[in-house]
Nanobody, 122 residues
Framework: QVQLVESGGGLVQAGGSLRLSCAASGSIFSINAMGWYRQAPGKQRELVATITTGGSTNYADSVKGRFTISRDNAKKMVYLQMNSLKPEDTAVYYC????????????????WGQGTQITVSS
């Protein structure tokens, strides 16, 4: 069974830091782009950051300079280092990845993790 599993969420005070991790597991042949998205209560899910296989990154304007996305291709993991957290960063954070699964038709399929809650108190 192919899945993405996030860890590292929790409660933190404003100005604090957290690091999210996401592990891809299962019969995965290859991983293309990976990323993090978030969804606050009453709002649509939004992009936080993405990273390509080669390490090129893209960030939402709201997190630039505070969050850093990275990945370990050998371990099939993606990370999100979050610094200078603000109450408006409170949301459920989701891992996302394009996976080429063994035994598939050769197409990458987009997968989501189950999400992890980040709460930033003021």
């Amino acid at each position: 069974q192919v899945q993405l599993v996030e860890s590292g969420g929790g409660l933190v005070q404003a100005g604090g830091s957290l690091r999210l991790s996401c592990a891809a597991s299962g019969s995965i042949f290859s991983i293309n782009a990976m990323g993090w998205y978030r969804q606050a209560p009453g709002k649509q899910r939004e992009l936080v950051a993405t990273i390509t296989t080669g390490g090129s990154t893209n960030y939402a304007d709201s997190v630039k300079g505070r969050f850093t996305i990275s990945r370990d291709n050998a371990k099939k993991m993606v990370y999100l280092q979050m610094n200078s957290l603000k109450p408006e960063d409170t949301a459920v954070y989701y891992c996302n990845a394009d996976l080429l699964v063994r035994g598939s038709s050769g197409r990458y399929t987009n997968y989501w993790g189950q999400g992890t809650q980040i709460t930033v108190s003021s």
